[in-house]
Structure formats: C-alpha cells, structure tokens
C-alpha cells in the first residue's frame, strides 16, 4: 500500500526516527544538566550545598553573599570589582582585535600571494598554541615594563587571543562576498578605502557581530594570563576563589560566583542575536 503523501511540515514516525529524536534529547539533557545543577547549587544553604537532593529550600543568600562586602571579607576578592574589570578589559581587547583584524581580513581575502594560507595558518596557531609556552616570557616582560596588573597589560594579552580569531572569522566573509560590488563602487569613482567602509563593511556586518561575540566570549574565559599576570584577578580567578580553603569549602558560593560570571556573555549574546544567528549560518562556520 502506498505511503501517504505527507504535509509540509508533517513528520512520518519510524523507528529510526524516534530512535534519533530520544538520543537528540537525552544529549539535549545530559549537556544542561551541569548549567541546572549549578544554579541549583546556587540556592542551596551551605547545609545542603553538599547533598544530591533535587528538593531543598532555595535561598538568594548566597547571591547577596557574593556581591557584598561580606563576598569579600570571606575571600578578599572583590567579585564586582572583578566582574567590572574583565568587562572592561575584554571589551578592550574585542575593540583592538576588530579595528585592526577587519582591514586585516578584507586584504587576507581579497589579496592573494604566494604563502597567503601559510601566513594566515600561522596567524591563527597563536591562538591555538598553548598559554604555558609564553607566560613566563609575558611574566618578566610585563614586570619589567610596568604592565604587571594594569589593564593596559590585559588588554594587550587578551587581544593576542582574539585577534586571531576575528581575522580567520572575517576572512571567509570577505571572500564570500561577490567583488563585482566593489567594482561597480570603484566605477562610480569610489576610492578603494570607500568602497570598503561604504560597500563591503555593511555587507559583513552578521560576521562582525559573531566574530567580536566569540571574541568576547574566548576573553572572558581565559584563565591563565589574569591568574599569572594580575594580582586583582578577573572574573575566572575570583570564582576560584569561593572555593575555600584549609579544609572550608564554599560551593554554593562557588555556584553562585559561576552564575553571575556567566550572564555578561549572556547577555551580550541575546542582545545581538539576530546578528549571531545571520552571521553563524552565513559563514563563519567556515572559517
């Protein structure tokens, strides 16, 4: 007998179907379940901070603990100074990394020369070499002149994580935009640097938007160069902090740190969600 025709948007239920609908959603779980035990975590009482109990009596105290002076004669870590901190100085970094990677990755896509994907290739191996290898050297260097827990010496480092990034992102961009639309700009006497701000820059802008979120996201990660090259820390070494020590241990204050630490990202991230979903779907899954 013949299947019926089905309709759009209508799905024929198989058992392979199901059978891949059940394993999409126990991954779907399995991956949030940390995010939910986390904020869970967070509202626990520092009684019940250690017991698997799906049902305790949640409370914001931990929250408020956090973003008090009380957070801070605890740990003698400021987490909102901390929080303010590294917003600025990733901000600072992303801002770096997109004035000078944006000319940077129109020339890598444009201009074609030999050892072009070698010289891009490498650039991109910074990003992906390990932070160990150079924070010694970054360590002397930094005390030496003056940039030791400064956040001109953060934003220095932080832009040698990003700027890779934004360039590699962007490159694919530029390549995949059609250059008869330069040149019908150039035609029209267009300068060739106003053929790129007034043609191809709008053009990029969804690529622009995801590259400074992932930019801003990989800064606010790093935990490496503030650990070493700061004494104030940023926002990954202060949650390290409500860990505790000499046999006190802070989970749920711990919890907490990580729940605040990860909205800023968040938030960025909802902000310009049109733009991120454009420009994840456009081509920055290329690069």
Known sequence: MAQKELMPGQKRFTVPAVIADLAILGWFVFSLFPIVWMVMLALKTPSEQTT??????PTLDNFVTVLTERGT?????NFPAAILSSTINCLGAVVISLLVGIPAAYAAGRWRFRGSDSLMFNLLSFRFAPEL????????????????DTSLGMVWVLQLVTMPLVVWILRS????????????????GYTRRRAFTMVALPLVRPGIAASALLAFIFAWNNYMF????TNSGSVTVAITKFLGGGGQAYYNLTAAAGVVGALPPLILALTIQRYLVQGLSFGAVKG
Do not use: H
């Open 173 to 188: 961009y530029f390549e995949d935009l059609p250059e008869d639309l330069e040149q019908a700009a150039l035609l029209d």
């Open 52 to 57: 698997t109990y799906f049902k305790f009596a």
């Open 73 to 77: 004669l605890l740990t003698s870590v």
């Open 133 to 148: 290898m150079v924070i010694v050297p970054l360590f002397v260097i930094y005390n030496t002149i003056g940039l030791f």
């Open 226 to 229: 503030p650990l070493i090259l």
